[in-house]
Antibody
Framework: QLQLQESGPGLVKPSETLSLTCTVS????????????WGWIRQAPGKGLEWIAT???????YHNPSLKSRLTLSVDTSKNQFSLKVSSVTSADTGVYYC?????????????WGPGILVTVSS | DIVMTQSPLSLPVTPGEPASISCKSS???????????VNWYLQKPGQSPQLLIY???NRASGVPDRFSGSGSGTDFTLQISRVEAEDVGIYYC?????????FGQGTKVEIK
């Protein structure tokens, strides 16, 4: 059974870079071919959901334009992991960050979610 | 970006009674293949969201048949035929037609 697990610092200082990694277990990150992507979604405290970005195992990427200039995505198939970096963070970047498996072959949906990791931006 | 607007934002429900949530999109979600690109998710308290409905009316694996989705174009509805206590949480509609994928504000369903 596929599982996703986020990891990274829970506290980041303003203006610094937030770095998160998602470890995939129970399946290979490249097994879905071009149908499946590996993405990030966040939820500010008490707020709704915001889709951030996604990558295929081969490096095809899509970003939310509102964040694109600050985002770096990467995938490491040898470790079955993918990662997100958000630079120049502010308090507005505080929230729960979810990594997720997305289907993008016409049957578009977020298939599975990790449990989420709370990241607080504060000095 | 496509804006998704849900109503109501809060929905007290009685177990055994039906419930309905509306979702309106700022652009048509009907694609040339005939499918409406709207999904529904439920975030139970303390949990990650889970997929309920994809492509407007298709229940995800394991989702009870009391959940159904309908609509077309810009107006969509999630219906629960008979609410159960385990259905409490926040329901989100989401459009996966155009990047960036966007979500509604959420509808909080709670038992009266």
């Amino acid at each position: 059974q596929l599982q996703l697990q986020e990891s990274g610092p829970g506290l980041v200082k303003p203006s610094e870079t937030l770095s998160l990694t998602c470890t995939v277990s129970g399946d290979s990150i490249s097994s879905g071919g071009r149908s499946y992507f590996w993405g990030w979604i966040r939820q500010a405290p008490g707020k709704g959901l915001e889709w951030i970005a996604t990558t295929s195992f081969a490096g095809e990427m899509y970003h939310n334009p509102s964040l694109k200039s600050r985002l770096t995505l990467s995938v490491d198939t040898s470790k079955n992991q993918f990662s997100l970096k958000v630079s120049s963070v502010t308090s507005a970047d505080t929230g729960v960050y979810y990594c997720a498996k997305e289907r993008r072959d016409g049957f578009n949906y977020v298939d599975q979610w990790g449990p989420g990791i709370l990241v607080t931006v504060s000095s | 970006d496509i804006v998704m607007t849900q109503s109501p934002l809060s929905l007290p429900v009685t177990p055994g009674e039906p419930a309905s949530i509306s979702c309106k999109s700022s652009q048509s979600l009907l694609y040339t293949n005939g499918f409406n690109y709207v999904n529904w998710y439920l975030q139970k308290p303390g949990q990650s969201p889970q997929l309920l409905i994809y492509l407007n009316s298709n229940r995800a694996s394991g989702v009870p048949d009391r959940f159904s989705g309908s609509g077309s174009g810009t107006d969509f509805t999630l219906q629960i035929s008979r609410v159960e206590a385990e259905d409490v949480g926040i329901y989100y509609c989401m459009q996966p037609l155009q990047s960036p994928w966007t979500f509604g504000q959420g509808t909080k369903v709670e038992i009266k």
